[in-house]
């Protein structure tokens, strides 16, 4: 392992820290109590072990007694590795830092990694089966769904090319008030639900119109309205609605907001209570 690590206990009283010694022994000397412990690395990207169970806990007697207990900590190896490539539809490759992909484990434990500036990555993994998503920061294109797979120990596992997806479909609608105005700068948002973690974003124009690219799916859409220097003009229940969108049919969703037209004023006052109850 990459030694040393950091060690960190803490209990409702406060927290200590050490680091592990060259054979990965470490000691604290603590009042009585229970106690939580942590282990983190000191470098993360050069780190070659995962903590799958945080929080274990060690408890002392809480008075004046004198007691010593052992707390072996063990790590899952980060033996196997994941490689591949991240591309767009017209084979070139995906821009560093503007996806993402990460890989979760039988344990839950997710490992995240992104894309060189040649569109391959590389993550350090423990052996075991994974589940796949990512992100892609251009509203233009998707992440496709990835097929669970397994990696077995000091295995690299080429999982291929992941070519992104064109969003070519469409959400689009109006939004307008109770008087049937229309409303402009209100934000909207879309999101699937299947795993891939995929999204769309948008504000409504000044004819109150808007327009999200998107692939077919289900997806939620919810809309809410833009904050002025005065607050808010008009309110929304908040509640997404769901919209189903099929390849090359444009899909349509409207929002009413309820416009604002009452107000409450008032003055925030300090009260000096001396025996009794304010007014």
């Given at each position: ?6 060690i ?11 680091t592990?010694?060259?054979n990965?022994?470490y ?27 945080w ?9 004046s ?8 900590i ?11 490539s ?15 992909i ?33 992100w892609?920061s ?14 077995g ?8 090319t992941?070519t ?13 008030d ?5 409303v ?5 948002s ?15 124009a ?15 859409v ?22 189903t ?6 899909a ?13 004023t ?14």
């Amino acid at each position: 392992l990459n030694l040393p690590i950091t060690i960190i206990v803490a209990n409702n009283g406060g927290y200590a820290s050490t680091t592990t010694d060259s054979n990965g022994d470490y000691t604290f000397h603590l009042p009585g109590g229970t106690w939580t412990v942590n282990i983190y690395p000191q470098y993360w990207d050069t780190t070659d072990w995962d903590y799958a169970v945080w929080n274990e806990s060690v408890t002392f007697v809480d008075d004046s007694t004198t007691e010593s207990k052992t707390k072996d900590i063990y790590v899952d190896t980060l033996s196997s590795t994941i490689t591949g490539s991240i591309r767009k539809p017209d084979g070139m490759a995906a821009s560093q830092y503007s996806v993402g992909i990460n890989f979760t484990n039988s344990k839950n434990r997710s490992f995240y990694t992104y894309p060189d500036t040649s569109g391959n990555f590389s993550k350090k993994v423990s052996p075991s089966s994974y589940s796949v998503n990512g992100w892609v920061s251009d509203n233009s294109y998707s992440m496709p769904k990835i097929d669970n797979f397994s990696v077995g120990d000091n295995e690299s596992k080429d999982i291929g090319t992941i070519t992104l997806v064109e969003k070519t479909d469409t959400i689009s609608g109006t939004i307008t008030d109770d008087t049937g105005a229309t409303v402009s700068g209100a934000y909207l948002s879309a999101w699937k639900n299947d795993g891939t973690y995929d999204w769309a974003s948008a504000t409504s124009a000044s004819d109150g119109t808007y327009s999200m690219k998107v692939v077919p799916g289900s997806w939620q859409v919810s809309a809410w309205p833009a904050w002025t220097s005065t607050g808010y003009d008009y309110v929304n229940n908040g509640k997404p609605v769901s919209v189903t969108v099929t390849s090359g049919v444009a899909a349509t969703t409207n929002f009413v907001f309820k416009k604002c037209n009452a107000t409450i004023t008032g003055t925030i006052n300090s009260v000096t209570i001396s025996g009794g109850t304010p007014p």
